[in-house]
């Protein structure tokens, strides 16, 4: 089965492809993106955003993961990611970030809504695992607006910077989602 695209009132949830790079690098390089997630490197370097596309459009194929742009619909603009990777180990675990300038207007929300939505209909997941650093409140509103519940946190190392931060770790079990809509696909 072929990757579907998703649609809530205000995104759509699409495939990644290589032409995204451009935009991606734009969006993801910038030092307040690193500084609340525990992956993302900033200066973030030239390239990398090619690279992690193409090994990321094989995890649906292999029914590992899948990973979604999220584009506004008015604009049809992309304004960041959205995902849920380790489908095979009965773990998923969802992530997501946005551009700077889409903070605090709900997108991240409607976004993680809707792929948990799918992740639970179409990809027999009973639950999906989260986490973000401690320091990120919004994040952890996020979830909490979803219907994740909090399993407390813990000191990790964060592997791009190898500093200690609390790491704050949620669950959503299927029939916890708040909010879900009917999906279109």
Not at 27 to 46: E, K, S
Not at 89 to 113: H, Q
Not at 124 to 151: E, P, W, Y
Request: proline share 4%.
């Amino acid at each position: 089965m072929k990757q579907p695209s998703l649609e809530t009132t205000r995104v759509i949830l699409r495939p990644l492809h290589a032409d995204d790079a451009a935009r991606i690098q734009s969006l993801v390089n910038h030092p307040a993106i690193a500084d609340m997630t525990a992956q993302i490197p900033y200066p973030y370097p030239q390239g990398l955003a090619a690279s992690w596309i193409s090994t990321q459009t094989n995890n649906w194929a292999k029914g590992t993961g899948v990973v979604y742009g999220v584009v506004l619909k008015e604009e049809n603009t992309l304004i960041g990611v959205v995902s849920v990777q380790k489908l095979n180990t009965g773990l998923p675990e969802l992530g997501y970030w946005l551009g700077t300038e889409y903070w605090g207007k709900g997108y991240a929300t409607e976004a993680a809504r809707c792929l948990c939505e799918f992740a639970f209909r179409r990809l027999d997941t009973m639950c999906i695992f989260a986490c973000h650093l401690t320091r990120n409140s919004s994040s952890g509103n996020v979830l909490k607006k979803l219907g994740f519940c909090c399993l407390g946190s813990t000191e990790e190392r964060v592997k791009k910077s190898q500093k200690i931060e609390m790491i704050s770790n949620y669950i959503l079990k299927i029939d916890s989602l708040k909010g879900a809509h009917p999906l279109r696909f």
